[in-house]
């Protein structure tokens, strides 16, 4: 993962100004700059598995947040199961040891993606929440949305959920509460060849990242294998060892 720790720093026309009579005028809140570089991949029916051990490591309360209802192991599964990668889009942050740390669901409400909305649901694992995951997987399915020609992007929120509606309207969303539940929904631009070119090189770093860390990874386990399985051996047949091969 590709960090950036610059503090984003304020420009003067967004800090807080005095108003006539010395009172503080709220700025307007700056729109949210991309603080760090995380490498997203789109995931396909082989990360079937990942997904499902990602949904079921969050508490009941993140199950309630994520899914408008405490749901078990089973019903997790079932979701997953029933997950359609031909029609929908699966976004995921893996972490170095190829845990699924973060993922996104854009589901679209028909195959024609012109004529489609797509609703947006995300679970970020509680150890690595405020870092601005859930934030990224919005932008970046924003991003594909558009690219793919979607005109608007729903989210379907419990009104408790903060962050989740601290996401949603930061990006623009227009959100409206409905007693306990909220529904956000953002106008997308059309597509622009930014937007294009710049989703493809994220897939391909983001590809080019996952197989770093794989190759990594069973290196890792190589040398943990060479380590715990080596033995300091009998000295006579090294010896013995030795002489065959001299001979
Ligand atoms: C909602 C969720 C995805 C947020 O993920 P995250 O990676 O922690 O979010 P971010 O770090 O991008 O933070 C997004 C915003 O929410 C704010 N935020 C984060 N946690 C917060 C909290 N507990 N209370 C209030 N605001 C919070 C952040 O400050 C940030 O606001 P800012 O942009 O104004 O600074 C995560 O909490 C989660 O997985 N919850 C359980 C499932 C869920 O609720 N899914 C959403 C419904 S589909």
Redesign the pocket.
């Known amino acids: 993962m590709l960090t950036n720790h610059e503090e984003p720093s304020l420009s003067p026309e967004l800090t807080p100004q005095p108003a006539a009579g010395g009172a503080l005028v709220p700025a307007p809140r700056e729109p949210?700059q991309p603080d760090l570089m995380v490498p997203i991949r789109s995931l396909g029916a082989n990360h079937r598995s990942r997904i499902a051990a990602h949904l079921k490591e969050?508490n009941a309360h993140?199950r309630y947040?994520?899914f408008g209802y405490a749901a078990n192991d089973q019903q997790i599964q079932r979701y997953v199961d029933g997950l359609n990668f031909d029609r929908d889009e699966i976004f995921g942050i893996y972490n170095r040891h190829l845990k699924l740390i973060?993922m996104a669901h854009l589901a679209y409400s028909d195959l024609d993606r012109s004529q489609a909305g797509a609703e947006?649901?995300?679970?970020?694992?509680q150890h690595?929440?405020?870092?601005?995951?859930?934030?990224?997987?919005?932008e970046r399915a924003v991003m594909h949305a558009r690219n793919e020609g979607v005109r608007t992007m729903y989210?379907?929120?419990?009104s408790e959920?903060?962050?989740?509606l601290?996401?949603a309207r930061?990006a623009g969303a227009k959100v409206e509460r409905d007693g306990a539940e909220s529904e956000g929904h953002l106008l997308l631009p059309p597509a622009t060849l930014d937007t294009r070119v710049t989703e493809m090189i994220e897939e391909q770093l983001a590809n080019a990242n996952y197989q770093i860390k794989l190759q990594a990874k069973f290196i890792r386990k190589t040398l943990n294998a060479m380590v715990h399985g080596w033995q300091p051996g009998d000295p006579d047949r090294r010896a013995n060892k030795r002489v065959t091969i001299d001979k």
């Open positions: 949210r969050l993140d947040f994520r973060a947006f649901g995300v679970s970020v694992l690595v929440r405020g870092r601005g995951y859930g934030a990224r997987l919005f989210v379907h929120v419990l959920n903060t962050a989740m601290r996401i930061s």
